[in-house]
């Protein structure tokens, strides 16, 4: 088939053929990543053919419907040997796949998907997505996928930077992570559960944060904050939303002596109806891709407070994210407040506050007390977050697509 550009630059098809697109991602069960690619899948499936291989479905909760779903039934398996030979055995199925349904584009999210896609390479173009800035730290696992991919994908124009010049790439490029405006504004108006709105109706405004339990979000920041902030707002309350065990971080907060004004709901299917209940957005990651949640939490109008973390935070919250490089200033930015990062290792000692959390505590409290600034953060929250809709990305990934079948 021979694709061919029109004077917009955009693609035409002889024989009115949709151009093959396969996204690859692990699992569909919760998280950043597993939305975005879900969400790009029910964006393209109009204009592409599109084909979607998750590695396992088991305990999906995303909403791929009218989308050619594959499932390989090869979740995770224990051990360096069962890890090659699952490896294998995806390489393999895929490759097949690709060859199969005659793929253009294969579209990985995520370091586990993109070891696949470069290995499965047929006559595709593969596009390697870093979904977070830890995977940089990965030096020899980047080398190898970096070295093999068509093109590096990037949600951050930063991250995207430092691959650049740290491996050799053969093209790159950032695609924002999109933000389904309409839907959260449907969803924000739905009902909740009664011992959540309970927990909601007590008087004191409500910090909220998302994200699992793994340590790379830093709850043991924020609880150790809010124990500061109770110090000038007594009735302030903290719920964290997303899957996981909590119970260290019950502990905790059982120590600070606020366990009552400390909500953990678990996961949630619909997490936009509680965030449109709270007051403040406050994220204390050690570090980011592009934080979804931080832009979720703005769709609904929720000023935010947010760590300077590698990466997203800065580029989300001011318009030129250069003027907020210093990780160790806070930021009144354009669109939310950026704190100095956190430093140190995981300590869950209710007797240890670090003076990051002190001015991170300060932050909050202080936006909490100015009605005005509330507003302001409010206002601007949601005219940034409208910035981060469907159409910008799609139109991001059509030009992507042009420059490369072009």
């Known amino acids: 088939m021979c694709n061919e550009s029109n004077e917009k630059g955009e693609l035409t098809m002889e024989a009115s ?75 393999r199925q895929v490759k097949k796949l690709k060859k199969k349904l005659g793929i253009q584009i294969s579209y990985s999210f995520g370091q586990t998907a993109n070891m696949v896609n470069v290995l499965s390479k047929y006559h595709d173009k ?31 124009k930063i991250m995207e ?42 008087s004191g405004p409500t910090i909220v944060s998302m994200g699992r339990s793994h340590d790379v979000k830093g709850f043991w920041h924020l609880i150790k904050a809010v124990r500061l902030v109770q110090d000038k707002v007594p009735d302030v309350k903290l719920m964290i939303i997303g899957d996981g065990d909590y119970s260290e971080y019950q502990e905790l907060a059982q120590k600070l002596k606020i366990e009552e004004r400390v909500l953990f709901t678990g996961v949630q299917k619909n997490p936009f109806a509680l965030l449109v209940r709270a007051d403040v957005y406050a994220l204390t990651s050690d570090s980011e891709g592009f934080p979804n949640a931080l832009i979720e939490a703005m769709a609904v109008g929720l000023p935010c407070v947010s760590v300077n973390c590698k990466t997203g935070p800065a580029e989300i919250l001011q318009a030129d994210y250069r003027k907020c490089e210093a990780q160790d200033k806070v930021y009144h930015a354009d669109y939310g407040i950026l704190t100095p990062v956190f430093h140190g290792a995981k300590n869950l ?58």
């Not at 991602?25 to 393209?44: I, S, Y």
């Open 161 to 202: 930077q430092e691959i650049e010049m740290t491996y050799p790439v053969k093209s790159s490029a950032t695609l924002y992570n999109p933000c389904n405006l309409e839907e959260i504004s449907i969803l924000s108006q739905k009902d909740i559960d009664d011992k959540i709105a309970e927990f909601l109706g007590r």
């Open 126 to 156: 593969t596009w390697a997505g870093i979904r977070g800035y830890g995977a940089l730290d990965d030096h020899r696992q980047m080398q190898f996928v970096c070295k093999r991919a068509d093109r590096m994908v990037s949600c951050t």
């Open 17 to 91: 053929q949709k151009i093959k697109v396969m996204l690859i991602v692990p699992m569909l069960d919760q998280g950043g990543l597993e939305r975005v690619c879900a969400l790009t899948a029910q964006l393209l499936k109009t204009k592409y053919e599109v084909h979607l291989v998750v590695f396992n479905t088991e305990g999906m909760i995303y909403d791929v419907s009218g989308v050619h779903l594959i499932d390989l039934h090869l979740g995770a398996v224990p051990g360096k040997i069962g890890k090659a030979v699952n490896v294998y055995k995806r390489v």
């Open 349 to 406: 000692d209710a007797d240890i506050i670090t003076q990051e959390e002190e001015i991170f505590a300060k932050e909050l409290t202080e936006l909490l007390s100015d009605q005005k600034l509330m507003e302001q953060y409010k206002d601007k929250a949601k005219y940034r977050a409208g910035q981060f809709g469907l159409d910008s990305y799609v139109e991001a990934i059509d030009k992507l697509i042009v420059q490369e079948l072009t």
